[in-house]
T-cell receptor, first 113, second 109 residues
Framework: DAGITQSPRYKITETGRQVTLMCHQTWSHSYMFWYRQDLGHGLRLIYYSAAADITDKGEVPDGYVVSRSKTENFPLTLESATRSQTSVYFC????????????FGPGTRLTVL | GQNIDQPTEMTATEGAIVQINCTYQTSGFNGLFWYQQHAGEAPTFLSYNVLDGLEEKGRFSSFLSRSKGYSYLLLKELQMKDSASYLCAVMDSNYQLIWGAGTKLIIKP
């Protein structure tokens, strides 16, 4: 199916563990984004990517690592999870950086105990 | 700093009209977006404004005043399915979206 998917949809982990959240899009969009959404805050950009092998930090990158070896995939890794990283994570994609609609995946709800 | 302000929650009646305001202060401006987000779901695009004025799209309209740093989303003929959060986001000079915390809209019969 065309679109943008995320896996897992729900994840519970423990403090200190490494966790990888997956994002896959089938539109061949150049740009991909990772956001976190917490109550009382707007979506906050963690990392983004303009193309394969090009990534850049957003507003809240500390504690996260990304890679983009293929245009369609943009995994997000929490190297050593902390409770403050409990959140809902959304992946998004768009055709270009210039004002363009971003399409969002369904989200991953991550709980760090 | 960069800031997007919108009311936390609003209540309206089915069939009525509601206006959701958004004010912003950002480093640069490359347009303002409105997204709808139902509880537990992903945000979906509603509208984009880059020039001053009103953009109408069916029951939804969005207005922008760049000189005032102000936008609003107008929803007409409210339906129960319009119960959702409405997110205002501004694209800054680096083409990054700066998001407001969202306005939760509750529709009562």
């Amino acid at each position: 199916d065309a679109g943008i998917t995320q896996s897992p949809r729900y994840k519970i982990t423990e403090t200190g563990r490494q966790v990888t959240l997956m994002c896959h899009q089938t539109w061949s969009h150049s740009y991909m984004f990772w956001y976190r959404q917490d109550l009382g805050h707007g979506l906050r950009l963690i990392y983004y990517s303009a193309a394969a092998d090009i990534t850049d930090k957003g507003e809240v990158p500390d504690g996260y690592v990304v890679s983009r070896s293929k245009t369609e995939n943009f995994p997000l890794t929490l190297e050593s999870a902390t409770r403050s990283q409990t959140s809902v994570y959304f992946c998004a994609s768009s055709e270009a950086a210039e004002p363009n609609e971003q399409f969002f995946g369904p989200g991953t709800r991550l709980t760090v105990l | 700093g960069q800031n997007i302000d919108q009311p936390t929650e609003m209540t309206a009646t089915e069939g009525a009209i509601v206006q959701i305001n958004c004010t912003y202060q950002t480093s640069g401006f490359n347009g303002l977006f409105w997204y709808q987000q139902h509880a537990g779901e992903a945000p979906t695009f509603l509208s984009y404004n880059v020039l001053d004025g009103l953009e109408e799209k069916g029951r939804f309209s969005s207005f922008l005043s760049r000189s005032k740093g102000y936008s609003y989303l107008l929803l007409k003929e409210l339906q129960m399915k319009d119960s959702a959060s409405y997110l205002c986001a501004v694209m800054d000079s680096n083409y990054q979206l700066i998001w407001g915390a969202g306005t939760k809209l509750i529709i009562k019969p």
